[in-house]
C-alpha cells in the first residue's frame, strides 16, 4: 500500500486538495483511501440514532452496515490515540492512501500553503519527508518542488510518481 500526506497549518487549503486528489485519481483509475487526523473532539455518529445509543452505552466498537456502506467507529476509552500505521493496518486493500495532517508522521508529503491560513511557518525547512508544497502564491527559496493549488493534475502526476504509481 502507498501513502503520500497533505499537511499543513489550520485552513490552508488541506481538505479541499485532498478531496480533489481523491477525485482526480480515481478518474485515473486508482484506488484510493484516506485518513484525516482530527485534533479536537469530533463525532461522526448522531445523537439518537441506533448506533449512537450504543457506543454511548458502552460499545467498544459499533459496526453500521448496509447495502450501499459500511462503517466501523471505535471508542478509546482511555487508549491511548493509534498511531497512523495502526490506522493504515485496518484498511482495505488499495492503490494509494491520502493522509491528511499527521505532520510528524515519517511518509511523503505535501506542504499546502495559503494566504489565509492559521499560521505561515514554512514547515519544509524542519521536515525532511515534505517533498514538494501547493500553495495559492508565489513561493521561493525552496528546494522542492511548488505547484500552485490548482494544479491537481500536475500534483496527481507528482504523487504517482514519487510513490511508483505511475507506470
Not at 29 to 56: L, P
Not at 159 to 165: A, N, Q
Request: hydrophobic share 40%; proline share 2%; charged share 30%.
Amino acid at each position: 500500500m502507498k501513502v503520500f500526506g497533505v499537511t499543513g497549518w489550520k485552513n490552508c487549503g488541506k481538505t479541499t486538495l485532498t478531496e480533489r486528489l481523491v477525485s482526480e485519481l480515481t478518474k485515473r483509475g486508482r484506488r484510493v483511501s484516506t485518513v484525516k487526523h482530527a485534533h479536537h473532539d469530533f463525532d461522526i455518529d448522531k445523537e439518537g440514532t441506533d448506533s449512537f445509543r450504543h457506543r454511548v452505552a458502552g460499545a467498544a466498537e459499533v459496526a453500521i452496515v448496509s447495502d450501499r456502506r459500511w462503517a466501523l467507529m471505535h471508542e478509546l476509552r482511555g487508549e491511548a490515540e493509534p498511531k497512523l500505521d495502526e490506522v493504515l493496518a485496518r484498511l482495505s486493500s488499495c492503490d494509494l492512501v491520502l493522509v491528511e495532517g499527521y505532520k510528524r508522521e515519517a511518509h511523503l508529503k505535501i506542504e499546502c500553503r495559503r494566504l489565509g491560513a492559521k499560521d505561515a511557518t514554512p514547515l519544509t525547512s524542519k521536515d525532511p519527508t515534505i517533498v514538494a508544497i501547493a500553495a495559492d502564491h508565489q513561493v521561493s527559496g525552496e528546494t522542492v518542488p511548488v505547484f500552485n493549488l490548482d494544479d491537481v493534475a500536475a500534483i496527481a502526476t507528482f504523487i504517482e510518481d514519487r510513490t511508483g504509481l505511475k507506470s
